[in-house]
């Protein structure tokens, strides 16, 4: 990593507007991203979060069946913005990263952990949460700026029969990346921390 792990963290933003040259091989990318599959914690060691990489022609396939998707059920007039964004926001970049959630495994733990088993849907989110944002400051480490997106569960058939997904596999989030073309602002005021934080010591 270029940054500490606090800067790194401190540094991640939301990118709306990026390109798609790369700085990194797609290699290095995937590389990158198996060690954070690897090193990432989850509920009970589940294991259960599953990531798609997509680049080139199957990122800008991706934010098609997003277009196509969007304009069944949305007004053409609000369609001209919808596209604009999905068009300059997201498929401007070089490659898309879908997270699921293996949802046999979630059910197995169900299962094998049944005092908890009400928990594990939850426990999933998590999981897949603690893979999204070790992969968003990661390609942030990397020079990319990324975003995290949600339009599943509308996508959700047809990126399944795309890319073939196992039936099981649950889509939990989108996370288009590219190279960063401006710099977000400024961060909107922090709320004060000693409202978020409480700290007992002798
Ligand atoms: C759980 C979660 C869900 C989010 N969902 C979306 C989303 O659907 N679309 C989007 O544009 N940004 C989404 N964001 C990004 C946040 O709006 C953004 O991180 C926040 O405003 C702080 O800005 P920053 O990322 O630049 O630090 C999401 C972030 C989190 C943590």
Redesign the pocket.
């Known amino acids: 990593m270029k940054h500490s792990f606090l800067e790194a963290l401190e540094n991640?933003?939301?990118y709306y507007s990026i390109g798609a040259a790369m700085s990194v091989s797609q290699q290095d990318i995937v590389k990158t991203i198996d060690r954070i599959m690897l090193a990432t914690p989850s509920a009970y060691n589940s294991q259960s979060s599953r990531v798609v990489i997509l680049f080139g022609i199957h990122h800008i396939c991706l934010w098609g069946i997003v277009k196509q998707t969007l304009a069944k059920i949305v007004t053409p007039e609000a369609f001209i913005g919808t596209r604009e964004k999905i068009d300059n926001c997201f498929a401007a970049g070089c490659g898309t990263i879908l997270f699921y959630e293996d949802m046999k495994v979630v059910e197995q733990m169900k299962v094998d952990f049944a005092t908890y088993a009400d928990k594990f849907d939850t426990y999933a989110e998590h999981t897949s949460?603690m893979h999204q944002l070790a992969i968003w400051t990661a390609l942030e480490d990397m020079g990319f700026g990324a975003?995290?997106?949600?339009y599943n569960p509308l996508i959700d058939t047809q990126v399944a029969e795309q890319w073939n997904i196992d039936k099981s596999w649950r889509l939990i989030a989108q996370m288009p990346f590219g190279t960063p073309l401006t710099t977000?602002g400024t961060?909107a005021q922090h709320l004060p921390l000693n409202e978020r934080r409480l700290v007992f010591s002798d």
């Open positions: 991640r933003r939301s949460a975003t995290l997106q949600h977000p961060k």
